[in-house]
């Protein structure tokens, strides 16, 4: 029997350009299957990550965005955005992809995932994690 | 305390590998519990048993593979290589050649390849998971 901690995952760079976003994602995708308190934050370019409306096709890359609509029936719904790092790029929460989970507590209802936080409401969480996986 | 590591980034190229490395040794000296070391990204590249620096460099390979890092009960320190960032970046073993069909191998017999799942186990069972790289 394993234990349950608290993981969090920190994206820090852009979705394309490199790698570090795609297989940080494929990390959280595996980590779901380990029944662990699981969150996501996004900071710097990192908010770029779950921007909506990305269109790889004039790079050759494949756009995985939609793969962050997935992490919701993972129950993977506690991803916090830096409302520095969005104010910084002229970003709002407006800008972000709309993405959902179903609270089984609350009769299914669909909520959303994304929660704009501070930095310092941020570093609080951080502070709280037992595992934090950094990209 | 039991520490697990986790190394971002290929050899040579970027100090995340040396610094994983003097950290995991002192650790153990410290009589510390190395309980995993993770190679994911380019980090993967740290496993290859091709790489042939100039003489007069470390082998930072070799360093991992050879300089026999091990706990202080005797136990091998693990060193695993995520097979997804593996593959996508050429480096093999032998098991993987063939089911990929390839005609040769590369990773180095003191690694093994295995799944993003033992990172997470990592995290799970050791008191500290350590992350080398940008």
């Not at chain 1, 959902?100 to 929660?115: F, I, T």
């Not at chain 2, 063939?98 to 995290?123: T, V």
Request: aromatic share 10%; glycine share 8%.
């Amino acid at each position: 029997m394993m234990s349950t901690k608290k993981f969090m995952y920190l994206n820090r760079r852009a979705p394309y350009g490199t790698v570090y976003a795609l297989e940080s994602l494929e990390v959280v995708l595996i980590a779901a299957a380990f029944e662990q308190d699981v969150s996501l934050a996004f900071i710097d370019d990192g908010v770029y990550q779950i921007v909506e409306g990305q269109n790889t096709d004039g790079i050759g890359m494949k756009n995985f965005s939609k793969t962050y609509h997935a992490l919701g029936d993972y129950d993977i719904n506690q991803l916090y955005v830096s409302a520095e790092s969005l104010e910084e790029r002229g970003l709002s929460a407006d800008d972000l992809m709309p993405l959902v989970y179903e609270d089984e507590d609350d009769d299914w209802a669909e909520k959303p995932s994304v929660k704009v936080v501070s930095n310092a409401e941020l570093s609080k969480i951080l502070s709280e994690q037992d595992v934090c996986l950094s990209f | 305390m039991k520490i697990s590591i986790q190394i971002n980034e290929g050899p040579y190229q970027h100090q995340a590998s040396d610094s994983a490395y003097q950290f995991v040794k002192t650790a153990i000296e410290k009589g510390h519990e190395i309980f995993r070391v993770f190679f994911y990204h380019d980090g993967v590249d740290n496993a290859s048993r091709f790489t042939v620096p100039p003489q007069d460099d470390r082998h930072i390979v070799n360093n991992w593979a050879e300089l026999g890092i091990k706990n202080a009960d005797g136990s091998d320190v693990e060193l695993v290589v995520c097979v997804a960032a593996a593959l996508r970046r050429g480096m093999l073993d032998e098991s993987e050649a063939g089911k990929n069909g390839i005609d040769g191998n590369n990773i180095h017999p003191a690694f093994r390849i295995s799944g993003l799942g033992q990172l997470i186990e990592a995290g799970i069972q050791s008191d500290r998971l350590v992350v080398f790289g940008d």
